[in-house]
């Protein structure tokens, strides 16, 4: 996944065990793993598609622990404890306002559509499954942004590459994506 050049750091095994004890329940192991190695950060121009809603979703941002305020997971289980079913988590949000969801208990990433973007949310039903769990979530940001970069048969050269790479050389790849991406849309680079 491309997170722009404002990361929010790597986090200590300590805090994000204190942080499961505070939730009462076990983080899924993939986004922990994400957390402990760069502790969100904000995205620029990862979109993926929602079939369902057949329309484009833009991440923007990707919460952390130990943040600013407005980035802070502590922070947005807070505000929300009392919206969302215990077993939920805030995880990110969009440009627009809308949120997204971690299952805790039962796996999933959801778009939590609470501005009433869509025609098809109300009330009742206004979140929709936009991963099976965070590793597939952010497979579909990652196939998005590849193909904006390097189109399709670029995106399945990278696909073999990243396959058969070891560690350094994926964070390699991610952050040459991360450039050319950059550089093709015209954004500033400046790596931390």
Known sequence: MAISDL??????????????KSLGSKLPFDYKL????SN????????????????????DVLFGLGTERDFDLRVWRQEYQDDLPQDKLVIGGDPYGNLFVLG???SG???????????????????Y????????FVKKLTQESSDKIVGPLGTKLLQNVWHDA?????????R???????RVNGFNLTER
């Open 7 to 20: 990361r929010f750091g790597s986090t200590d095994r300590n805090i994000l065990d204190d942080f499961e």
């Open 34 to 37: 994400f957390l402990e190695s």
């Open 40 to 59: 969100g950060g904000c995205l620029s121009s990862n979109t993926f598609k929602v079939s369902y809603l057949d329309d484009t979703i833009e991440l």
């Open 104 to 106: 805790l208990e039962k």
């Open 109 to 127: 990433i959801y778009l939590w559509d609470q501005i009433r973007r869509f025609e098809k949310s109300s009330d009742i039903g206004n979140a």
């Open 129 to 136: 499954l936009v991963g099976e769990n965070f590793t597939q």
């Open 166 to 174: 070891g560690n350094g050389t994926k964070q390699e790849i991610n």
């Open 176 to 182: 040459l994506v991360y450039v050319a991406f950059s």
